[in-house]
């Protein structure tokens, strides 16, 4: 039996494959590549596999964790070579290993925001938009567990924020809380439309870059 | 993927049904390939994925060496509003690439109520909707599946239609295309061409006149085309394409899974039932073959699910060694196999237990009439007696959900059959208490009627459909005798089966009305969410046509149908013969104790495979 901790990427049309639909599509590929993942005891067993930090639909990463359980002991050197002919399009097995941290010490996520502006990037927006990330407060809209529309300040989850000016669209590399709470790094975005509605961009791009603990090493 | 698409999907619900990529979808080089078929869809991706027509089509022509075939689904509404404003053409999920520079664009159509999706398909990819202002050799138009029987109301729309089924059909038609594309013919020596492969109906190569009645007086061949167009079929099962390596798709469908096809055909000849007659004659694929392909899709696909398929699972004659070597396979790699279509009989009980393993889900039953006269009448061969006994062996061992379906306007129906379902509903709870193993939880039947839709090929094609108001009589009789509480009763909308009752056999002047329904809206009209019939109506009364002369008009024995330049290898005298029977309430047996003498064997040789 081994514990398994599997980075993927999960880019171009994988990235509209949801959350629960990309675990289904797990357990198919496990058995194509002939493993038998460890099922839970019980009346309804359900396959040992968890994402660590699930990405939203329609956002891509260069380092989505799966945990999962095998029934016999696998070489996780050759893992990724192994899945590379039973996963869909868009999703890469980048490296596995058997993990030796508990997710608990994920703490930051490095991630790209793309604004995109059709009509060229307002001058000064960059700073604009650094000045509002890095202020005082930054209040977006969330949806709480009740389903209800709130006033929540992220400023406290925002660790870093760098900009870097293109010509129609504006780069935010930022550096947020993973968990525990973490914030998904499109309100930074929603935070710029909100407060700054003259550089609301037209459209926003997420891509996920590193999963990082909190000493800001690479988690893995 | 085109940047315009890219910011309309994260709007989009479900957005991973428009973007491909899933496992074992093909791509093939474009330089290597010389033709291209855009195999639509004209429902949802959910539905159409699940469909297995699809995917062994699929196989068939991404196995022909320069032949690349790619799916394309209808959009659903929020998607289909996106596209428009956006002006993205329809694209083919393989390549992305714009439908309308397919060479042919072949539309899978199993339900009239489709119809309004292939026309809006047609407008989202930019393709003219007419046959006969598309003037060039790419793309051809065609269509197949089990509705193109009557293809007449899509007559002024498609090139072609493909009648039967299509592994070998299809195999002939693009290789003439390739050639005709090769060679530079134009489309009227194309479809001239094609009208000689067996199977193969060209509409515009045949001239409908009609009396003033408004039947048709004449439907005449031109340039050569045939008199009649047989349906084609697969002689042999074995040979026959399997998808063994099939497109998983990424995000959920309808029938999710492994589907193993037993055979095509049915013996029992129930005279109500299209699929009964037109799939005919009884041809198997071996267990030995089914039980290879079961193990190997289940492996390839990561599927833990299977499911066996046809008309009449329960006369598959190797049932239980096919179900023992499925078995060997399934157990050890934890898959779940389901057996649908089971008769009531003692036989499939003890089968449908023995797979079940424990897990009691619903039992699912379809007398389809109330009284054993209405059953023999439409020679639906099921005794109350042997669902009694069915449901006395499953409620002692623990089931306690049962589904019911039956149908309303049944020909000779009276008020005695309905009532007769009620009767039967109280039975059943009756049963259940005298036998429930545990009666703490509680039981549910579920009596489900749906209104008789009288389709082509069938005994019942010269029937009318009952009226509107009659129906709806029926059902309300029907509820004030339904009055035990475990019973829930549902009935099927009205306005959705009169529409298929005039689709199913209309004749093509109900292209102008379809196109009609569908500028005023219809676009998905086999979802609830976007049906109206009032459109209908309307386009009706526009294009002076009247929708009672389709559905509720009886047919005379000498009346030419609009679809009678089509044969399906059972002839209309038998037909009709069997309408008569019906009348006298007296059945027909089965094709595996008596040959009834239908026509179908002629297509192989002389002998079914029963």
Same mark, same amino acid.
């Given at each position: 039996?081994?514990?398994?901790?599997?980075?993927?990427?999960?880019?171009?049309?994988?990235?509209?494959?949801?959350?629960?639909?990309?675990?289904?599509?797990?357990?198919?590929?496990?058995?194509?590549?002939?493993?038998?993942?460890?099922?839970?005891?019980?009346?309804?067993?359900?396959?040992?596999?968890?994402?660590?930090?699930?990405?939203?639909?329609?956002?891509?990463?260069?380092?989505?964790?799966?945990?999962?359980?095998?029934?016999?002991?696998?070489?996780?050197?050759?893992?990724? @070579?192994?899945? @590379?002919?039973?996963?869909?399009?868009?999703?890469?097995?980048?490296?596995?290993?058997?993990?030796?941290?508990?997710?608990?010490?994920?703490?930051?996520?490095? @991630?790209?925001?793309?604004?995109?502006?059709?009509?060229?990037?307002?001058?000064?927006?960059?700073?604009?938009?650094?000045?509002?990330?890095?202020?005082?407060?930054?209040?977006?809209?969330?949806? $709480?567990?009740?389903?209800?529309?709130?006033?929540?300040?992220?400023?406290?989850?925002?660790?870093?924020?760098?900009?870097?000016?293109?010509?129609?669209?504006?780069?935010?590399?930022?550096?947020?809380?993973?968990? $525990?709470?973490?914030? $998904?790094?499109?309100?930074?975005?929603?935070?710029?439309?909100?407060?700054?509605?003259?550089?609301?961009?037209?459209?926003?791009?997420?891509?996920?870059?590193?999963?990082?603990?909190?000493?800001?090493?690479?988690?893995? | 993927?085109?940047?315009?698409?890219?910011?309309?999907?994260?709007?989009?619900?479900?957005?991973?049904?428009?973007?491909?990529?899933?496992?074992?979808?093909?791509?093939?080089?474009?330089?290597?390939?010389?033709?291209?078929?855009?195999?639509?869809?004209?429902?949802?991706?959910? =539905?159409?994925?699940?469909?297995?027509?699809?995917?062994?089509?699929?196989?068939?022509?991404?196995?022909?060496?320069?032949?690349?075939?790619?799916?394309?689904?209808?959009?659903?509404?929020?998607?289909?509003?996106?596209?428009?404003?956006?002006? =993205?053409?329809?694209?083919?999920?393989?390549?992305?690439?714009?439908?309308?520079?397919?060479?042919?664009?072949?539309?899978?159509?199993?339900?009239?109520?489709?119809?309004?999706?292939?026309?809006?398909?047609?407008?989202?990819?930019?393709?003219?909707?007419?046959?006969?202002?598309?003037?060039?050799?790419?793309?051809?138009?065609?269509?197949?599946?089990?509705?193109?029987?009557?293809?007449?109301?899509?007559?002024?729309?498609?090139?072609?239609?493909?009648?039967? *089924?299509?592994?070998?059909?299809?195999?002939?038609?693009?290789?003439?295309?390739?050639?005709?594309?090769? *060679?530079?013919?134009?489309?009227?020596?194309?479809?001239?061409?094609?009208?000689? =492969?067996?199977?193969?109906?060209?509409?515009?190569?045949?001239?409908?006149?009609?009396?003033?009645?408004?039947?048709?007086?004449?439907?005449?061949?031109?340039?050569?085309?045939?008199?009649?167009?047989?349906?084609?079929?697969? !002689?042999?099962?074995? #040979?026959?394409?399997?998808?063994?390596?099939?497109?998983?798709? #990424?995000?959920? =469908?309808?029938?999710?899974?492994?589907?193993?096809?037993?055979?095509?055909?049915?013996?029992?000849?129930?005279?109500?039932?299209?699929?009964?007659?037109?799939?005919?004659?009884?041809?198997?694929?071996?267990?030995?073959?089914?039980?290879?392909?079961?193990?190997?899709?289940?492996?390839?696909?990561?599927? !833990?699910?299977?499911?066996? &398929?046809?008309?009449?699972?329960?006369?598959?004659?190797?049932?239980?060694?096919?179900?023992?070597?499925?078995?060997?396979?399934?157990?050890?790699?934890?898959?779940?196999?389901?057996?649908?279509?089971?008769?009531?009989?003692?036989?499939?009980?003890?089968?449908?237990?023995?797979?079940?393993?424990?897990?009691?889900?619903?039992?699912?039953?379809?007398?389809?009439?109330?009284? !054993?006269?209405?059953?023999?009448?439409?020679?639906?061969?099921?005794?109350?007696?042997?669902?009694?006994?069915?449901?006395?062996?499953?409620?002692?061992?623990?089931?306690?959900?049962?589904?019911?379906?039956?149908?309303?306007?049944?020909?000779?129906?009276?008020?005695?059959?309905?009532?007769?379902?009620?009767?039967?509903?109280?039975?059943?709870?009756?049963?259940?208490?005298?036998?429930? #193993?545990?009666?703490?939880?509680?039981?549910?039947?579920?009596?489900?009627?749906?209104?008789?839709?009288?389709?082509?090929?069938?005994?019942?094609?010269?029937?009318?459909?009952? #009226?509107?108001?009659?129906?709806?009589?029926?059902?309300?009789?029907?509820?004030?005798?339904?009055?035990?509480?475990?019973?829930?009763?549902? %009935?099927?909308?009205?306005?959705?089966?009169?529409?298929?009752?005039?689709?199913?056999?209309?004749?093509?002047?109900?292209?102008?009305?379809?196109?009609?329904?569908?500028?005023?809206?219809?676009?998905?009209?086999?979802? !609830?969410?976007?049906?109206?019939?009032?459109? %209908?109506?309307?386009?009706?009364?526009?294009?002076?046509?009247?929708?009672?002369?389709?559905?509720?008009?009886?047919?005379?024995? *000498?009346?030419?149908?609009? %679809? &009678?330049?089509? &044969?399906?290898?059972?002839?209309?005298?038998?037909?009709?013969?069997?309408?008569?029977?019906?009348?006298?309430?007296?059945?027909?047996?089965?094709?595996?104790?008596?040959?009834?003498?239908?026509?179908?064997?002629?297509?192989?040789?002389?002998?079914?495979?029963?």
């Amino acid at each position: 039996m081994s514990k398994v901790r599997l980075c993927f990427a999960k880019e171009g049309v994988a990235s509209y494959i949801s959350h629960l639909d990309l675990l289904r599509t797990f357990q198919r590929v496990f058995i194509r590549a002939g493993m038998v993942i460890r099922h839970s005891a019980g009346f309804h067993p359900h396959p040992m596999m968890s994402f660590v930090l699930p990405l939203s639909v329609g956002q891509t990463s260069v380092c989505e964790l799966l945990d999962f359980e095998t029934e016999e002991e696998i070489d996780c050197a050759a893992l990724p @070579a192994r899945l @590379a002919p039973c996963l869909p399009l868009g999703v890469r097995a980048l490296e596995c290993h058997v993990p030796e941290r508990p997710v608990r010490e994920l703490q930051y996520l490095q @991630a790209l925001v793309s604004m995109e502006y059709d009509g060229g990037v307002p001058s000064g927006t960059a700073e604009a938009v650094r000045r509002l990330l890095l202020g005082e407060q930054v209040v977006v809209e969330k949806r $709480n567990k009740r389903k209800q529309i709130v006033d929540v300040d992220i400023r406290p989850m925002i660790h870093t924020v760098e900009t870097e000016e293109r010509e129609r669209f504006l780069l935010l590399r930022t550096v947020v809380q993973a968990q $525990n709470p973490g914030v $998904n790094p499109a309100l930074l975005a929603a935070a710029v439309s909100r407060h700054l509605p003259e550089r609301a961009p037209d459209f926003i791009r997420v891509h996920r870059e590193r999963l990082l603990d909190g000493d800001g090493s690479v988690f893995r | 993927m085109d940047q315009k698409l890219a910011r309309i999907l994260p709007k989009v619900q479900k957005p991973a049904r428009y973007v491909g990529g899933e496992y074992n979808a093909v791509i093939k080089d474009k330089a290597a390939v010389d033709f291209r078929v855009a195999f639509c869809f004209p429902d949802t991706y959910e =539905i159409g994925m699940s469909n297995l027509g699809m995917r062994i089509l699929y196989g068939v022509m991404n196995n022909m060496e320069g032949v690349w075939c790619e799916r394309v689904f209808a959009p659903w509404g929020d998607m289909e509003a996106a596209l428009r404003e956006e002006h =993205i053409p329809l694209y083919a999920l393989e390549s992305g690439d714009r439908v309308r520079d397919f060479d042919i664009v072949a539309f899978s159509v199993g339900y009239e109520m489709a119809y309004p999706a292939i026309l809006n398909m047609l407008e989202l990819s930019g393709i003219p909707l007419h046959s006969a202002d598309r003037g060039g050799l790419a793309p051809i138009v065609i269509a197949g599946g089990t509705a193109m029987y009557n293809a007449e109301p899509l007559a002024d729309f498609i090139d072609l239609a493909c009648i039967g *089924e299509g592994e070998e059909e299809l195999v002939e038609l693009l290789t003439l295309c390739r050639r005709a594309k090769a *060679e530079g013919w134009d489309k009227g020596r194309l479809l001239r061409e094609a009208c000689h =492969i067996e199977g193969i109906y060209v509409p515009s190569l045949y001239e409908v006149r009609y009396h003033e009645d408004g039947t048709v007086a004449a439907i005449t061949p031109k340039d050569g085309a045939p008199e009649r167009v047989r349906k084609r079929i697969v !002689q042999d099962m074995d #040979s026959a394409h399997f998808p063994v390596k099939s497109i998983v798709p #990424s995000t959920e =469908i309808v029938h999710d899974r492994v589907t193993l096809e037993l055979f095509r055909g049915c013996i029992r000849g129930c005279r109500f039932c299209q699929a009964g007659y037109v799939y005919r004659p009884v041809r198997c694929r071996s267990k030995e073959k089914l039980a290879e392909y079961g193990a190997a899709a289940c492996a390839d696909s990561g599927y !833990q699910e299977m499911t066996l &398929s046809s008309l009449s699972t329960s006369d598959y004659p190797d049932l239980v060694e096919l179900c023992d070597a499925l078995e060997d396979y399934c157990g050890p790699h934890h898959v779940t196999l389901s057996l649908p279509s089971l008769r009531a009989d003692n036989f499939s009980m003890a089968l449908t237990e023995r797979m079940a393993k424990g897990r009691k889900a619903g039992l699912t039953f379809a007398p389809e009439a109330g009284t !054993q006269r209405l059953r023999d009448a439409i020679n639906k061969n099921l005794t109350e007696k042997d669902l009694m006994e069915s449901l006395t062996r499953a409620f002692s061992n623990g089931w306690s959900a049962v589904k019911l379906y039956y149908m309303l306007g049944l020909p000779t129906e009276t008020d005695e059959d309905i009532i007769g379902i009620a009767e039967m509903a109280d039975h059943v709870v009756h049963c259940w208490r005298e036998h429930a #193993s545990n009666k703490a939880r509680g039981v549910r039947i579920t009596v489900s009627t749906s209104w008789f839709v009288p389709k082509p090929f069938t005994a019942f094609q010269w029937e009318p459909q009952i #009226s509107r108001e009659e129906y709806e009589r029926r059902v309300k009789l029907l509820r004030e005798h339904m009055t035990a509480r475990a019973v829930t009763y549902n %009935w099927h909308d009205g306005d959705t089966s009169f529409l298929e009752a005039v689709l199913a056999r209309g004749d093509r002047r109900l292209g102008r009305v379809l196109e009609r329904a569908f500028e005023k809206g219809a676009h998905l009209d086999a979802w !609830q969410d976007y049906f109206d019939l009032g459109r %209908w109506l309307k386009a009706f009364d526009e294009c002076g046509l009247d929708p009672a002369f389709y559905a509720n008009r009886e047919r005379g024995r *000498e009346e030419i149908f609009p %679809w &009678s330049v089509i &044969s399906c290898g059972v002839g209309d005298e038998y037909l009709w013969r069997e309408r008569e029977r019906c009348y006298a309430s007296q059945t027909t047996p089965d094709c595996r104790t008596r040959c009834s003498g239908c026509g179908a064997n002629k297509m192989v040789g002389g002998t079914c495979d029963v």
